[in-house]
């Protein structure tokens, strides 16, 4: 992913930038960030959280646990809840 990208994933998602570089999704909302590496595929879900520094993403969840993965890896992010997604499950990637 660019760093392009993941800009335009923190405006779609309405990201608040916060003091110490790192950005907060709004209340209610979360991300799934997809990532793949040599064959391997990893789901990150209900991210609340994100930074990026020297293209290292650290992601926190709703649970707290800290994700740590490289921006080269990270190809797709899709946005639950919050104001402009309706109830339900909706299929594809963000756009």
Known sequence: MTKD?????????E????????????EGRTLTLYLSRD???????????LSLESGVVEAVNNKGE??????DD????????????????KAGFLG
């Open 5 to 13: 990208m993941y800009d335009t994933i923190l405006q779609r998602a």
């Open 15 to 26: 990201c608040t930038a916060k003091d110490d570089g790192s950005s907060d999704l709004p």
């Open 39 to 49: 064959g391997s595929s990893l789901q990150v879900s209900r991210v609340v959280e």
């Open 66 to 71: 800290l994700f740590v993965v490289a921006l």
């Open 74 to 89: 990270l190809f797709a992010a899709s946005v639950q809840g919050g104001s402009k997604s309706s109830p339900g499950r």
